[in-house]
């Protein structure tokens, strides 16, 4: 392992001109004006794993952009294998003129590489690929099977991704898969991701008359969908934050104790500086964090009836809409939720309106991972032992769909190894990445590759 | 009197013309391009009142369109003076395409006449015009004095009114005014309007976070203040449409029994039929006609927050707004009601989010003249005579700045003898008037002269 580690710092000033070469690459899979780019940056990444030393390596078109895939099975039956998945495609770098250097332009300044794609995802995906490279020309051969899977539509839903792994099942198969497309929840905080959240979602409309109405005229004898809609989003949670769609909690898995403790240990987020919310609520029973992290929420995330210009329009709205969305815990299958949010609006709609429900038709589970997981208990050795300190276990309240996905198809263990800090600005002007976190980075992966051989 | 009554018949196709002619101008308060047309139509009514015999009349200058005042004092000082007002501005015409015939080529079709005006209140002005000079043509005389005040600028809001109403006191005052701008609540059954509501409203906004958040790395920690905007309106309103908000029927004028007997006996509207909503509601204790007539309400007239696009976007809003108005009955006082709501929303405004409110500046008190009032009797006992039907009484839920203007200076009794339909379509295509009630209204008015000289 000494030379693997050894190769790195040797080349350290080479792997960052090479990851500025693959920055430099403006993969932007949104803006068909890019497609030419997006293909040279699959191109990178499949000559990158060609020079490592690896024997199949494909670029594999689909309906949108190609999917990098490539395998080296050489570690030997008895050692397992892992599916490392990534992204070489980046999100639009507008507005252009808030970037202080250029987006493709790499640059570091206060020790950060300023670049669209440095964090998400180019950049670990470049890790990766680095460490492969290093592991294959100092030692000959990798400590486990490896096979890689890096698209090129994530930042547009993946698109493809799905169908692939779901018909060429085989040839993804792994023994557990690992993602670096997230981050530590600060810099040099050994983190350990183990569990995201579902999600599901819906939109209605209560409609009450054909057109908007005379409110003096009409106002007295027609119900109000506006008002309607209060009342019926007002039944749907409680003033203690409390979810009152009725079976929303049943199948949650309890919050256990060691859990509670695990987050309470991990570093907090001061929600009011970092929001700019006068004051921070949480379901009841429940802190904050616990609530973020690892307990079901709905949310309203869009809401409009009648007049929204300047003054005053004395009208009665002929309609008023809701967007909702739920973000859901192990337990709850979205589908289900969705048939309990339905069957709420259902059972609340005011009389004197009509509600017409449109499902959200995308949907995930939520994913969660046994932190105690040997293969997690590894993931958190590697880090401590490269960035000297312990590691922090946290859930995080987004979702992943590649995430959902993997799980859902194979069934096997997901480790998500993220090296990002929360100073990014993913998807934002500026975005960068501590340099000190693509060395320390790459250490963590030597560790963690020899760490999961058999 | 019979005399008068036949000049009116000799003359009727006389009479259509020169209407035709009036309504022909496009006096469009509205539009610039039309301020020469709009002085036209001033300069028509001046000139048709000089014809008449109107001592005094000018065409007065405001800051925008002009005011034609006339008067005729020779009744004697015993007899009563009424100031009668109308407005010959309209609506702009638009959607043009919409329109059976052109908006300002008047024609007959089906007895009813369709032109911009024909109704609102071209139409309704010029009957009072012809009674006035066929008093003067026939008998020399009128029956009362007579003070006229004919403005441009009612369909942009009346907004040079307020102040010479009030700078000028001495000019306009009367001992009661008629005003013909409303309609009866069928073709040929008398109506009486009694009663009008006043209003008052406000805006407000809920302000969470700075900006609009991700929903999952914020949901749970952070007040969604599209929620918190729905819990907090639904506090305004139960669920029998009885209003919350506290002291907000405090002063209502109870409805007294034989008000609720004018209101059943008068005609009703089916609400289902006419505006497509799917079931009517009222508030509890009184029937829709009532509710709409007679009673207070408080109705959200726009409310926005968040993504409004297709699709999903999983934020939790920065911010919610809603805007309120209230229509108020006798006895609520505009400025006290928006107190009170101000009091309601800050003391149910939910933790986490700021409340910050924009009190709407206009406002109007309600107007109510007493049923059995000489001048109310003789109104309708005028209706009786020529369209030989009872006369029914009602109380409308809209709102006429003018009366409100016209009861705080003067405290002076207001008539409104109205003679458009239900089917007039004011502000949209293809106005028209019955060409019937253009006759039979100018009957009724040459009884009422007569009925209220004293």
């Known amino acids: ?113 300023y670049a669209r794609g440095s964090s998400d995802d180019k950049g670990q995906v470049f890790m990766h690929l680095v460490v492969l490279k290093a592991f294959l020309k100092t030692t000959g051969s990798l400590p486990i099977n490896v096979k890689v899977c890096v698209e090129g539509e994530e930042e547009i839903g993946s698109a493809n991704l799905y169908d692939i792994l779901h018909e060429q099942k085989d040839k993804f198969e792994a023994d557990f898969a690992v993602i670096s497309d997230s981050g530590m929840v600060a810099k040099d905080q050994p983190t350990i991701l183990y569990g995201l959240k579902g999600f599901t979602g819906l939109e209605f409309t209560l409609k009450g008359p054909d057109n908007d109405l005379h409110s003096g005229m009409y106002g007295g004898a027609i119900k109000n969908p506006a008002m309607a809609m209060a009342q019926l989003l007002a039944t749907m949670k409680d003033e203690e934050e409390v979810v009152q769609v009725k079976g929303f909690y049943d199948k949650v898995e309890p919050l256990a104790d060691e859990e509670r403790q695990l987050m309470k240990e991990s570093p907090s987020e001061d929600y009011k500086e970092s929001t700019g919310a006068k004051e921070i609520v949480s379901e009841k029973g429940y ?125 096997m263990p997901i480790v998500l190894l993220g090296f990002g800090t929360p100073e990014d600005r993913l998807h934002s002007p500026n975005e960068s990445f501590p340099v000190e976190h693509f060395y320390k980075g790459m250490q963590t992966l030597v560790h963690y590759w020899n760490k999961v051989k058999k």
Chains 1, 2 share one sequence.
């Open 1 to 113: 392992m000494k030379e693997v580690l050894d190769y790195l710092e040797q080349h350290k000033e080479q792997h960052l001109e090479e990851l500025k070469n693959f920055l430099h690459i403006p993969s932007v899979s949104t803006d068909s004006n890019h497609k030419g780019d997006v293909k040279k940056a699959a191109e990178f990444v499949a000559g990158y794993l060609t020079d490592a030393g690896f024997d199949t390596v494909e670029v594999q078109e689909t309906k949108g952009h190609p999917l990098v895939y490539a395998e080296w099975m050489n570690a030997g039956s008895d050692a397992p294998t892992v599916l490392f998945y990534g992204h070489y495609d980046v999100q639009p770098p507008d507005p252009l003129d808030e970037w202080v250097s250029e987006p493709f332009q790499p640059e570091i300044r206060d020790g950060r590489l």
């Open 287 to 411: 802190t904050a964090k616990e609530h973020t992290m690892a307990r079901p929420t709905l949310e309203i995330n869009g809401l409009f009836s009648g007049y929204q210009g300047e003054g005053t329009k004395t009208i009665i709205p002929a309609t008023a809409t809701a967007k909702l969305t739920c973000r859901l815990v192990p337990g709850q299958e979205p589908e289900e939720i969705q048939d309990l949010l339905v069957d709420h609006l259902e059972k609340h709609v005011p009389k004197g309106v009509e509600l017409s429900i449109t499902r959200e038709p995308l949907s995930a589970k939520a994913y969660k991972v046994d932190p105690d997981h040997p293969l997690i208990k590894k993931a958190a050795e590697s880090f401590e032992e490269t960035f000297n300190k312990e590691a922090v276990y946290v859930r995080m309240g987004g979702s992943i769909p590649v995430v959902e996905w993997i799980d859902a198809i194979y069934k």
